[in-house]
C-alpha cells in the first residue's frame, strides 16, 4: 500500500539527509545523515525515512512491516522509484559500534535485502510513504541483537535524479529494556535578556498551545521526574492578582501532578562554572522585591481581626498590603531536596564543592561520560553521590522529544531502544535517562518520548535508594566559564557601586543578578554561552554609560553674574541622584563648585550652576564631572570652554537706557502732536457751525429790498460770547 501525503516540511536536520523511525510492530530502524549529506546538491535529493516495528524492538521470529517514507524538498516532482531495506546478520557489539556505524555508515559484512517495492511520483515539497511487508523467515535466523540496516531508492527521474541510501538499525529483543528513570527539565527563558518572565510572555506560554502547557501535557500521566525552574514559579507570583488566568491554572496543575520533582538553580544556573569559579557558595536572585507591585497583593488585616491566644500580645496592625518573601516565591511544592543536575565537565573537586553548597546532602546528577566505570544509574564518585543517565540514550531521546515529525521522531525513538538494550546487557539495576533543556517540545514528541521509555514504579526515590556501585570522575575543569563567571560578578560589583545613584539599588542589582544566572545557565552550549556571555557584558557596559555629562560648545558670558545651565542625561529607567562638580581653570571666575540634582528617568536635564566672573572679558575652561551622592564616578569628565564678556553687561544697559529715553521722548511728542490736533479739529468745527447759521437765515429773508430790521438771535450755549443784555434790546 502506497500513501502519498503533503507535508510543511522537515527540520534543516532532516533535509541534511537524516532518516527516521516510525512505530509498528517489529523492526526498530535508525536513519543516519552521511549518505545522503555527502550527496546533498542544489536539486536537493530526496530523504529516506525507513521505520518498523514498535519503536524499534521486534521479538524474535515474528514478521513485520517497514514503512518508508520518501520526502521531495526539491522545487521540481520525483517519478516513481525502487526502495530496498537490506539487513546486515552480523550484530553490532556495543553502543560505539552503534554510534560509529550511524555516523559513517561503514560496517563490516554482507547485506541481505529483506523488502523491496516501487514507490509513487512524489510532488515538490511532498512525501510518500510505502510500507512492505517482511516475513518472519527472512529474520529467523536473528538473535537477540542490534543489527545494522540500510534502506536504499533508485530508479527515480527528477529531482537530483541521484541513487539516495540511509543507515538504520534493527533491535531485536526478547526482553524489555532494565527499569528506566526519565529527567525532564522544565525551563522557559525570557525574551530580550529581560530577567523574569512578563506577563504577556506567561500568557503565550501556558496559553493551550503554550510550550509551557505542552510541557506539562507531555509527562502527564507519566512516571517523569521534573527539573523545574524555580525562576517560572516566581514569574507567576510576583504578579500577585495581576498574573494572567492561564499562568495561575498552569501553576495550580504543576502543583496538583503527582510526578516527583526538583528544583534547578534559579535561571538554571550552573553549579559546575560556580564550582570552577571557586565561589563559596551557590548564586542566589539578591532579592526578587523589586519586581513586587503592592497594588496586587492583599493588604494586611487589622489586628483586631486577627485572632491571638490569651496571653499573648496582638499583633501590629498595619495598613500595607502582606507581600510574599523570596522563599513564598520561589517555593515548589513537593520538591526533593538535595539535587543538582550541572553541566557534564565536572571534576572531584567540583563535586565536594556541591557537598558544601547543599550543606553535605549532594545528589549530583551526570551523564554516563563524565564518569569511569558507571553502569548503573546510582553510583558513588569516591564519597559524593551521583546519579547517572546514560548518554548515548539521552541524546537520541532529546533528539526525539524535539521532533514535531513523527517518522523523524521515531528513528531517535528506536536508537534510544538500541542503546538502552546494549545498557542493559551489562546491568540488570535501573538505569537513568535526562533529556536536553528544550523549551519548544511538542506535548505528542514529549509524550511518545517519556511513556516508550520510562518504567512506572521507578522513580527518583527508587533510583536514590539502589546500592550505590562504586566510579570515578572523568570530567576537565572548564577554566573558561569559570573565570568569564568571576569577570561577570566583578562587573556585578561594579554596577552595586553605580547603583548608588537610585533610591532603591535593588532595581537594577536585583535583575542584574538574575541575568548572571541565566547567562551562565546549564542549558547553553559553548556557543550559545559565548554570545550569552558577550551580550551580557555589552549590556553592563551601556548600564555604565547611561547617566553622564553630553559635550557642550562654548559658552558664551555676557554678565558677571549668571547661572550657567549644563546637561545631565540619563537613559535609566528610573530618577538618578547625582552630583555635579564644577571647577574653573582660572581663580577669576568663581563658580559654586558642587551641585546636587535628580535627573528624572529618561531625560536630559539641565542643571544651573551661579558663577560670578572678576575679569571683564576673557576665555577659560570648566571641568565638568559627574558622581553618585558616595563619590562614585560617572561617565566621562568633559571640559566647557567659556568666554566671559563681562563689559557688554554695562554697554547693554547703557543701550538698554537709552533706549527707554528715545522711547519716552517719542512717546511725549506724539500725545503733544495729538493734542494739538484734537484743539485745531474743535476750532474748525466752531466756525463751521457759525457760518451755517448766517447763511440759513439769509435764505428765510424776502427777495424784496427791505429796511433790515433787527433780530433777536438766542445765544448758542457753546458760543464763548457773553449773552445779550435785555435792558439793550431795542425794542
Request: proline share 8%.
Given at each position: 500500500m502506497t500513501v502519498t501525503i503533503p507535508e510543511n516540511g522537515f527540520r534543516a536536520r532532516l533535509a541534511c539527509g537524516t532518516v527516521a523511525f516510525a512505530m509498528a510492530l517489529g523492526i526498530g530502524v535508525v536513519a543516519s545523515p552521511v549518505a545522503q549529506a555527502a550527496q546533498k546538491s542544489d536539486s536537493e535529493p530526496p530523504v529516506l525515512h525507513v521505520s518498523a516495528g514498535s519503536n524499534g524492538v521486534l521479538s524474535p521470529g515474528l514478521s513485520t512491516t517497514a514503512s518508508v517514507t520518501v520526502q521531495n524538498d526539491a522545487d521540481t516532482s520525483l517519478s516513481s522509484g525502487r526502495v530496498t531495506v537490506s539487513i546486515n546478520r552480523t550484530p553490532l557489539a556495543g553502543a560505539e559500534a552503534v554510534g560509529s556505524w550511524l555516523d559513517s555508515g561503514e560496517v563490516a559484512g554482507e547485506f541481505d535485502v529483506i523488502a523491496e517495492d516501487s514507490t509513487e511520483p512524489v510532488d515538490a515539497g511532498s512525501s510518500s510513504t510505502t510500507s512492505i511487508g517482511i516475513s518472519q523467515d527472512l529474520l529467523a535466523t536473528l538473535t537477540p541483537g542490534v543489527y545494522p540496516v540500510r534502506a536504499a531508492l533508485s530508479g527515480t527521474d527528477g529531482a537530483s535524479g541521484e541513487d539516495v541510501s540511509t543507515t538504520s538499525v534493527l533491535v531485536i529483543s526478547a526482553d524489555p529494556h532494565p527499569p528506566v528513570t526519565v529527567f525532564v527539565p522544565i525551563t522557559a527563558t525570557p525574551a530580550d535578556g529581560a530577567a523574569l518572565l512578563g506577563s504577556d510572555e506567561l500568557t503565550e506560554l501556558t496559553a493551550a498551545d503554550g510550550d509551557l502547557t505542552a510541557q506539562l501535557d507531555g509527562v502527564s500521566g507519566t512516571s517523569a521526574v521534573l527539573a523545574i525552574d524555580p525562576a517560572i514559579v516566581a514569574a507567576i507570583r510576583v504578579l500577585g492578582s495581576a498574573a494572567p488566568t492561564t499562568a495561575v491554572e498552569w501553576l495550580t496543575r504543576l502543583e496538583n501532578l503527582p510526578n516527583e520533582r526538583f528544583a534547578l538553580q534559579f535561571g538554571d544556573a550552573d553549579a559546575t562554572t560556580q564550582a570552577q569559579a571557586d565561589l563559596p557558595a551557590l548564586l542566589t536572585p539578591t532579592t526578587l522585591g523589586p519586581f513586587l507591585d503592592p497594588a496586587n497583593f492583599a493588604s494586611a488585616p487589622p489586628a483586631s481581626a486577627l485572632p491571638t491566644p490569651t496571653g499573648t500580645p496582638s499583633p501590629a496592625a498595619t495598613d500595607g498590603p502582606m507581600l510574599p518573601d523570596d522563599a513564598a516565591l520561589t517555593t515548589i511544592e513537593g520538591a526533593a531536596e538535595g539535587i543538582l543536575w550541572p553541566r557534564a565537565d565536572v571534576t572531584a573537586d567540583d563535586l565536594a564543592a556541591f557537598r558544601t553548597y547543599l550543606a553535605g546532602t549532594a545528589t549530583t546528577i551526570l551523564p554516563s561520560t563524565a564518569l569511569d566505570g558507571a553502569t548503573t544509574g546510582h553510583v558513588l564518585a569516591g564519597a559524593e553521590d551521583v546519579l547517572v543517565t546514560d548518554a548515548a540514550a539521552s541524546d537520541a531521546l532529546s533528539?526525539?522529544?524535539?521532533?514535531?515529525?513523527?517518522?523523524?521522531?521515531?528513528?531517535?525513538?528506536?536508537?534510544?531502544?538500541?542503546?538502552?538494550?546494549?545498557?542493559?546487557?551489562?546491568?540488570?539495576?535501573?538505569?537513568?535517562?535526562?533529556?536536553?533543556?528544550?523549551?519548544?517540545?511538542?506535548?505528542?514528541?514529549?509524550?511518545?518520548?517519556?511513556?516508550?521509555?520510562?518504567?512506572?514504579?521507578?522513580?527518583?526515590?527508587?533510583?536514590?535508594?539502589?546500592?550505590?556501585?562504586?566510579?570515578?570522575?572523568?570530567?576537565?575543569?572548564?577554566?573558561?566559564?569559570?573565570?568569564?563567571?568571576?569577570?561577570?560578578?566583578?562587573?556585578?560589583?561594579?554596577?552595586?557601586?553605580?547603583?548608588?545613584?537610585?533610591?532603591?539599588?535593588?532595581?537594577?542589582?536585583?535583575?542584574?543578578?538574575?541575568?548572571?544566572?541565566?547567562?551562565?545557565?546549564?542549558?547553553?552550549?559553548?556557543?550559545?554561552?559565548?554570545?550569552?556571555?558577550?551580550?551580557?557584558?555589552?549590556?553592563?557596559?551601556?548600564?555604565?554609560?547611561?547617566?553622564?555629562?553630553?559635550?557642550?560648545?562654548?559658552?558664551?558670558?555676557?554678565?558677571?553674574?549668571?547661572?550657567?545651565?549644563?546637561?545631565?542625561?540619563?537613559?535609566?529607567?528610573?530618577?538618578?541622584?547625582?552630583?555635579?562638580?564644577?571647577?574653573?581653570?582660572?581663580?577669576?571666575?568663581?563658580?559654586?563648585?558642587?551641585?546636587?540634582?535628580?535627573?528624572?528617568?529618561?531625560?536630559?536635564?539641565?542643571?544651573?550652576?551661579?558663577?560670578?566672573?572678576?575679569?571683564?572679558?576673557?576665555?577659560?575652561?570648566?571641568?565638568?564631572?559627574?558622581?553618585?551622592?558616595?563619590?562614585?564616578?560617572?561617565?566621562?569628565?568633559?571640559?566647557?570652554?567659556?568666554?566671559?564678556?563681562?563689559?557688554?553687561?554695562?554697554?547693554?544697559?547703557?543701550?538698554?537706557?537709552?533706549?527707554?529715553?528715545?522711547?519716552?521722548?517719542?512717546?511725549?511728542?506724539?500725545?503733544?502732536?495729538?493734542?494739538?490736533?484734537?484743539?485745531?479739529?474743535?476750532?474748525?468745527?466752531?466756525?463751521?457751525?457759525?457760518?451755517?447759521?448766517?447763511?440759513?437765515?439769509?435764505?428765510?429773508?424776502?427777495?424784496?429790498?427791505?429796511?433790515?430790521?433787527?433780530?433777536?438771535?438766542?445765544?448758542?450755549?457753546?458760543?464763548?460770547?457773553?449773552?445779550?443784555?435785555?435792558?439793550?434790546?431795542?425794542?
Amino acid at each position: 500500500m502506497t500513501v502519498t501525503i503533503p507535508e510543511n516540511g522537515f527540520r534543516a536536520r532532516l533535509a541534511c539527509g537524516t532518516v527516521a523511525f516510525a512505530m509498528a510492530l517489529g523492526i526498530g530502524v535508525v536513519a543516519s545523515p552521511v549518505a545522503q549529506a555527502a550527496q546533498k546538491s542544489d536539486s536537493e535529493p530526496p530523504v529516506l525515512h525507513v521505520s518498523a516495528g514498535s519503536n524499534g524492538v521486534l521479538s524474535p521470529g515474528l514478521s513485520t512491516t517497514a514503512s518508508v517514507t520518501v520526502q521531495n524538498d526539491a522545487d521540481t516532482s520525483l517519478s516513481s522509484g525502487r526502495v530496498t531495506v537490506s539487513i546486515n546478520r552480523t550484530p553490532l557489539a556495543g553502543a560505539e559500534a552503534v554510534g560509529s556505524w550511524l555516523d559513517s555508515g561503514e560496517v563490516a559484512g554482507e547485506f541481505d535485502v529483506i523488502a523491496e517495492d516501487s514507490t509513487e511520483p512524489v510532488d515538490a515539497g511532498s512525501s510518500s510513504t510505502t510500507s512492505i511487508g517482511i516475513s518472519q523467515d527472512l529474520l529467523a535466523t536473528l538473535t537477540p541483537g542490534v543489527y545494522p540496516v540500510r534502506a536504499a531508492l533508485s530508479g527515480t527521474d527528477g529531482a537530483s535524479g541521484e541513487d539516495v541510501s540511509t543507515t538504520s538499525v534493527l533491535v531485536i529483543s526478547a526482553d524489555p529494556h532494565p527499569p528506566v528513570t526519565v529527567f525532564v527539565p522544565i525551563t522557559a527563558t525570557p525574551a530580550d535578556g529581560a530577567a523574569l518572565l512578563g506577563s504577556d510572555e506567561l500568557t503565550e506560554l501556558t496559553a493551550a498551545d503554550g510550550d509551557l502547557t505542552a510541557q506539562l501535557d507531555g509527562v502527564s500521566g507519566t512516571s517523569a521526574v521534573l527539573a523545574i525552574d524555580p525562576a517560572i514559579v516566581a514569574a507567576i507570583r510576583v504578579l500577585g492578582s495581576a498574573a494572567p488566568t492561564t499562568a495561575v491554572e498552569w501553576l495550580t496543575r504543576l502543583e496538583n501532578l503527582p510526578n516527583e520533582r526538583f528544583a534547578l538553580q534559579f535561571g538554571d544556573a550552573d553549579a559546575t562554572t560556580q564550582a570552577q569559579a571557586d565561589l563559596p557558595a551557590l548564586l542566589t536572585p539578591t532579592t526578587l522585591g523589586p519586581f513586587l507591585d503592592p497594588a496586587n497583593f492583599a493588604s494586611a488585616p487589622p489586628a483586631s481581626a486577627l485572632p491571638t491566644p490569651t496571653g499573648t500580645p496582638s499583633p501590629a496592625a498595619t495598613d500595607g498590603p502582606m507581600l510574599p518573601d523570596d522563599a513564598a516565591l520561589t517555593t515548589i511544592e513537593g520538591a526533593a531536596e538535595g539535587i543538582l543536575w550541572p553541566r557534564a565537565d565536572v571534576t572531584a573537586d567540583d563535586l565536594a564543592a556541591f557537598r558544601t553548597y547543599l550543606a553535605g546532602t549532594a545528589t549530583t546528577i551526570l551523564p554516563s561520560t563524565a564518569l569511569d566505570g558507571a553502569t548503573t544509574g546510582h553510583v558513588l564518585a569516591g564519597a559524593e553521590d551521583v546519579l547517572v543517565t546514560d548518554a548515548a540514550a539521552s541524546d537520541a531521546l532529546s533528539e526525539a522529544a524535539g521532533e514535531s515529525d513523527a517518522d523523524a521522531r521515531a528513528q531517535s525513538l528506536a536508537a534510544a531502544n538500541a542503546y538502552l538494550f546494549l545498557a542493559g546487557q551489562t546491568t540488570s539495576t535501573p538505569l537513568a535517562v535526562g533529556l536536553d533543556r528544550d523549551e519548544n517540545r511538542t506535548s505528542d514528541a514529549l509524550r511518545e518520548v517519556v511513556t516508550t521509555t520510562d518504567s512506572p514504579g521507578v522513580d527518583l526515590t527508587s533510583l536514590r535508594s539502589t546500592p550505590a556501585a562504586p566510579a570515578s570522575v572523568d570530567g576537565e575543569i572548564d577554566d573558561d566559564r569559570g573565570a568569564s563567571l568571576q569577570l561577570l560578578l566583578s562587573e556585578e560589583q561594579t554596577l552595586g557601586q553605580f547603583s548608588t545613584i537610585l533610591d532603591d539599588p535593588q532595581v537594577l542589582l536585583s535583575p542584574e543578578r538574575i541575568r548572571i544566572m541565566r547567562t551562565i545557565a546549564a542549558g547553553l552550549s559553548t556557543t550559545r554561552f559565548d554570545e550569552a556571555l558577550g551580550d551580557h557584558r555589552q549590556a553592563t557596559r551601556d548600564t555604565l554609560a547611561s547617566v553622564d555629562i553630553p559635550q557642550s560648545s562654548t559658552i558664551q558670558l555676557l554678565s558677571a553674574n549668571a547661572d550657567l545651565p549644563f546637561g545631565v542625561r540619563n537613559d535609566l529607567p528610573w530618577p538618578v541622584n547625582v552630583v555635579l562638580t564644577v571647577l574653573p581653570s582660572d581663580p577669576r571666575l568663581e563658580v559654586e563648585s558642587v551641585t546636587r540634582a535628580t535627573i528624572p528617568a529618561g531625560t536630559t536635564t539641565r542643571v544651573k550652576v551661579p558663577v560670578s566672573a572678576r575679569v571683564g572679558s576673557g576665555e577659560l575652561d570648566l571641568r565638568l564631572s559627574l558622581t553618585s551622592p558616595t563619590g562614585v564616578p560617572l561617565g566621562q569628565s568633559q571640559t566647557v570652554r567659556v568666554s566671559v564678556r563681562a563689559e557688554w553687561e554695562g554697554i547693554g544697559l547703557a543701550i538698554f537706557g537709552s533706549l527707554i529715553v528715545i522711547l519716552i521722548v517719542l512717546g511725549v511728542v506724539r500725545t503733544l502732536r495729538r493734542r494739538r490736533k484734537g484743539e485745531d479739529a474743535e476750532t474748525a468745527d466752531a466756525s463751521s457751525a457759525d457760518a451755517a447759521s448766517v447763511d440759513a437765515a439769509a435764505v428765510r429773508a424776502p427777495s424784496t429790498e427791505v429796511e433790515p430790521t433787527a433780530v433777536d438771535v438766542p445765544s448758542d450755549p457753546t458760543d464763548p460770547a457773553e449773552p445779550s443784555d435785555p435792558a439793550k434790546d431795542p425794542q
